[in-house]
């Protein structure tokens, strides 16, 4: 029988270092911007009764074409998370938490979708969710940690671009006439267009086919349906950036792919990156989702961003590099590895970053190791070192000492080695 060639599922992969390192320091960078605002992080379970996504329109590709469900040993019907706002709605339905209630999230996502540049069926998100305000400025402070959060990675091609939805009978009422014009004008619509139309006549709002647009081109503008309560809102919203400098493009034909959205909407892209494949993120409000979920009437605004989208934004803008993950010290151990072992674990203890050689290897190989471990210094012991009480330590070409071609080289009591590594790395030099 010939063997098997095991791969990673078609639409994932395995992210292995530095990338990995890379993906750890944005969810932490995140996490820092969010908990200056008062967000506090939520875990949720990778994997909710299938309810809680049905909850979300099953008009949308999401739920209807591209959630993993499958049944339990117990017969229940559940769904790997395709977003997380609706498991945050339905963690507040569960747990009531005192309002408002400001939580940030960051983990992945599952949707069985058609794999492109920065799109994965296993996907991870970072966002925010604001429950318990209908204040425009809660609005506009969920919209101003997205900004400052994609401009704090380095992003400067970074465009904003809103809309409002209206309220629940606006919307009710733009579908309708939506509906109508599609409806009337089908025959000039693309197959998949059509196929669209049947199940939410919104999202041809976003159809790029060349077959829709002139049909989209004369769609009724949401705007002539909104109540004054829902304009007052979205004004409100609109002087609330001006305020805070932030530039945004007013787009009256962005909708969000989810039935939930109300009022605001939002979307952030790149033009970094191809356009139609430019969006990092986006969110809006969601008043009505947490009622639909079993909860109160209770309001909700936020947004997620996808990592791998931002990730090919800063790539393209030579922004945000993977964090260094040279070691600070190498161990280089020629008396049977015994010291390598102690040393790299002292060091460690005293927050250095220490790496070292197996296997017996000769001084020179481990020599080469240290060089390529990118290490600013090399610890030696050998059996004078060992003999004497002492450790040799060498300041790696390439760090300040090699410009004249050798390292420079001293040794160190063995008792005293760690407190001179921490005090050399603190001063940036062993001289």
């Known amino acids: 029988m010939s063997a098997v060639s095991l791969q990673a599922p078609r639409g994932t992969r395995d992210i292995l270092a530095p990338d990995s390192a890379r993906l750890r320091a944005l969810a932490e960078t995140f996490a820092d911007a969010a908990e200056l605002a008062g967000y506090g992080q939520v875990v949720s379970p990778m994997f909710e009764q299938i309810e809680v996504f049905r909850r979300v329109g099953e008009a949308t590709d999401i739920v209807s074409k591209e959630m993993y469900e499958f049944r339990d040993p117990g017969d229940r019907r559940l769904a790997l998370r395709p977003e997380l706002t609706a498991s945050l709605a339905r963690a507040f339905v569960q747990h009531r938490p005192t309002l408002p209630w400001k939580a940030w999230y960051e983990g992945p996502q599952f ?27 809660a609005d506009v402070e969920v919209i101003a940690l997205a900004w400052r959060f994609c401009t704090s990675l380095g992003l400067r091609e970074l465009r904003l671009v809103v809309n409002s939805l209206g309220d629940r009978a606006d919307r009710e009422r733009y579908l309708g006439a939506l509906s109508a014009h599609f409806e009337q004008r089908a025959a000039g619509l693309s197959a998949q267009g059509r196929e669209t139309l049947d199940r939410n006549p919104l999202r ?21 349906y909104w109540s004054e309560a829902a304009a007052g809102h979205f004004g409100a919203v609109l002087s609330g950036l001006e305020a805070l ?67 090919l934004a800063c790539d393209a803008e030579g922004a945000f590099p993977p964090p260094p993950g040279a070691a600070d010290v190498f161990v280089v151990d020629v008396t049977g590895g015994g010291e390598a072992t102690l040393l790299a674990e002292e060091l460690r203890g005293a927050g250095v970053r220490a790496e070292r050689a197996f296997d017996g290897r000769s001084m020179k190989a481990q020599m080469k190791a240290a060089d390529r471990s990118g290490a600013r210094w090399a610890l030696l012991v050998g059996p004078d070192e060992l003999a004497d009480g002492v450790v040799s330590m060498r300041e790696m070409r390439g760090h300040g000492a090699g410009h004249a071609g050798a390292s ?24």
Do not use: M
């Open 111 to 137: 949707r069985y979708e058609k794999p492109q540049a920065g799109r994965f069926r296993q996907f991870n998100q970072v966002g925010a969710e604001l429950f318990g305000s209908d204040d425009p400025q």
């Open 204 to 224: 041809l709002l976003d159809s790029k086919r060349p077959a829709d647009l002139a049909v989209v081109a004369g769609a009724p503008a949401v705007d002539d």
């Open 245 to 311: 400098g932030i530039p945004f493009e007013r787009n009256p034909r962005l909708v969000r792919g989810l039935d939930y959205y109300r009022r605001t909407a939002f979307e952030l892209a790149s033009d970094a990156l191809d356009g139609a494949q430019d969006a990092v993120g986006g969110g809006g409000r969601y008043d009505g989702l947490v009622a639909d979920l079993g909860g109160p009437e209770v309001p909700g605004v936020g947004f997620a961003l996808g990592v791998d989208r931002l990730l």
């Open 408 to 431: 420079v080289q001293r040794r160190v009591a063995r008792s005293d080695v760690v407190g001179e590594v921490v005090r050399a790395a603190g001063e940036g030099s062993t001289r």
